[in-house]
């Protein structure tokens, strides 16, 4: 089948805030090094919720949509295996990660962690670029340059495709706890926050075997799909006065301990202050929620973490190298019959882009998608 290309096509711009503009460009011809896909959807990121509110890194005007998927329409001539070796056509379905630039130290110094990079690329976090108005996967197209990372995806669903990078946070940040030595199969594990990143660790961990898996979040929707997904049990941290007395109750369902090992998933500064009190003396906390800075957190160094003798790790976004690893995840998860699509809560057409940022605001449902 034929797909036929048009001269010109949309994105989505970012142009002020709050204030989403759609633009038509001459698509370009690609060179020997570059793809061009027809976009077939993106996820809405809470990155892109920042950037539409606030624009914390500066780059407007900017097409933003990094959880996005689509299909090769333009193949360069040297272009015939993706990023981890698996061959690519015309009519495969592709990802991107971040593009790390290869040269500062991060990249250099620390294998396998260039999500470190200190000059790293992401298609939907780019900015203005005049030679590549195709950059963001909220449009019809996407223009590879080269260099870029890419998977070929072809065996999921639209919806899977697009779960992906949201796994893909999941699976690195996961790989940050493991190196604390503090989870395995009979721990008693609590992810603080239900939304698609604390779901998607939950779906992780329970593809690694981890049986005693405990669910934090404000809404009974979100908590309930937790439970699908493997949380075995379950807490609305509203019912409850204070932080000291969600403890109590993590400490009723865990022997008088408290948590093994804690994911703090929210971007939330009293939430972050709440994790450090459910973890048991001895045990371990990720902080997965922050990618921007939202405040501070106050916290007693000497009852939350010294007295303890907590192991805390950070996780932050994930690197290319994340991305075959959560693609292997995302077929595990699969294999279990874990309902992970249900994750996608609400799809708008792109045209509808506006919406479909403000129902993520308003934090209805799970996961906003758009498909086109």
Request: aromatic share 6%; hydrophobic share 40%.
């Amino acid at each position: 089948m034929t797909t036929t290309i048009p001269k010109k096509a949309s994105v989505a711009v970012l142009t002020a805030l709050k204030n989403i503009q759609f633009q038509e460009f001459p698509l370009p011809d690609i060179a020997a090094d570059e793809i061009l896909v027809r976009i077939e959807g993106c996820g809405v990121c809470g990155t892109d919720v920042h950037e539409y509110r606030n624009d914390p890194f500066g780059i407007m005007p900017i097409v933003l949509g990094h959880e996005g998927t689509g299909e090769i329409v333009k193949l360069g001539s040297d272009i015939s295996k993706d990023t981890v070796g698996n061959g690519v056509e015309i009519g495969s379905k592709i990802i991107t990660s971040i593009i790390p630039c290869g040269e500062c130290e991060p990249c250099i110094s620390t294998p396998g962690r260039t999500n470190l990079c200190e000059n790293m690329g992401c298609y939907g976090l780019m900015g203005d670029q005049p030679e590549n108005r195709f950059n963001g996967w909220f449009g019809e197209y996407l223009l590879l340059k080269p260099g870029s990372t890419f998977f070929n995806v072809s065996e999921f669903s639209l919806k899977e495709r697009i779960l992906i990078e949201p796994v893909a946070v999941a699976v690195h940040a996961v790989e940050r706890a493991k190196t604390t030595g503090l989870i395995n199969f009979s721990s008693t594990v609590l992810i603080q926050g239900a939304g698609p990143i604390g779901l998607s660790v939950i779906a992780v961990l329970k593809t690694l075997g981890v049986q005693n898996i405990i669910a934090i979040d404000g809404q009974a929707s979100r908590l309930q799909l937790a439970k699908q997904l493997g949380a075995t049990e379950t807490l609305d941290f509203t019912e409850y006065d204070n932080a000291d007395a969600l403890a109590d109750k993590v400490k009723m369902l865990t022997n008088n301990r408290g948590a093994k090992f804690v994911f703090q998933c929210t971007g939330v500064p009293a939430a972050a202050s709440t994790a450090l009190k459910l973890v048991e003396r001895g045990g371990g906390l990720c902080e997965v929620g922050f990618f921007v800075d939202n405040g501070e957190a106050t916290i007693n160094p000497h009852l939350d973490i010294c007295n303890k003798e907590l192991t805390l790790v950070g996780s932050w976004a994930y690197s290319p190298e994340d991305y075959p690893n959560a693609i292997e995840c995302m077929k595990g998860i699969k294999a279990i019959g874990l309902p992970i699509e249900k994750l996608v809560t609400h799809e708008f057409p792109l045209s509808e882009l506006t919406e479909a940022i403000e129902t993520n605001i308003r934090m209805e449902g799970v996961k906003v998608i758009t498909v086109n």
